[in-house]
Structures are given as C-alpha cells and as structure tokens.
C-alpha cells in the first residue's frame, strides 16, 4: 500500500504565505516525479508546480515568482512555497506522485487527499 499525505493549508490574507508539505510513504520501489495540483469551485484540477525525479521543474504561469516548489532529500517529500498569496489561489491542493511499488513495474499516480487553501482578500 502507498499513501500520500498532506499537511499545511488554511486561512490567510491577501499577501500572505503558507507552505503545504507532502509525504509518501508505503512499499515504494521509485518515486519518478511529484507536484501539486490545485481544483477551485466550478473549475478543473490545475498542475500549479512539478518535479521530476532529476529535479526538473516547472509552474503554472499564474504562479511563476511566486510559488516555490521542493523535494527534500529524503526524495518521498515535496513542499510547496507560497508566498504573495492572492484570493485567486483559494483551492483544494491536492499532492500528486508517480510511483513504482515494489510489487510492479507499472508507475500509477498517486494522490492526497487535499488540504485547503483559502485567501481573504
């Protein structure tokens, strides 16, 4: 079994930061990548910030200068920086990873079940 966790969502004011962070843990072979998606009211799931396992990166537009994204060197970790938060960021974030078990050589995602970001403006 493979389970993905999040912590670090809540309130906060226009401008503002928050940091989600995110573990995988469970009977994991590989890790390829991980990110951060994010789903508003009324609107699709959004990939906001990825990494790959070779630590290549890359943001939604919306977000560039402005969010930071992370691994840490356990590599089953990812953080995600948010810094000059706007109301417009206010969504459910939900923790993506590709992961191999170690039961197949098939990579499935895998997803956390969500924290809430929410910015007053």
Do not use: H
């Amino acid at each position: 079994q493979v389970q993905v966790v999040e912590s670090g969502g809540g309130l906060v004011q226009s401008g503002g930061s928050l940091r989600l962070s995110c573990a995988a843990s469970g009977s994991i072979f590989s890790i390829n990548g991980m990110g951060w998606y994010r789903q508003a009211p009324g609107k699709q799931r959004e990939l906001v910030a990825g990494i790959t396992s070779d630590a290549r990166i890359n943001y939604v537009d919306s977000v560039k200068g402005r969010f930071t994204i992370s691994r840490g060197s356990a590599k089953n970790t990812v953080y995600l920086q948010m810094n000059s938060l706007k109301p417009e960021d206010t969504a459910v974030y939900y923790c993506n990873a590709l992961i191999q078990t170690m039961w197949s050589t098939k990579v499935s995602d895998y997803w956390g079940q969500g924290t809430q970001v929410t910015v007053s403006s």
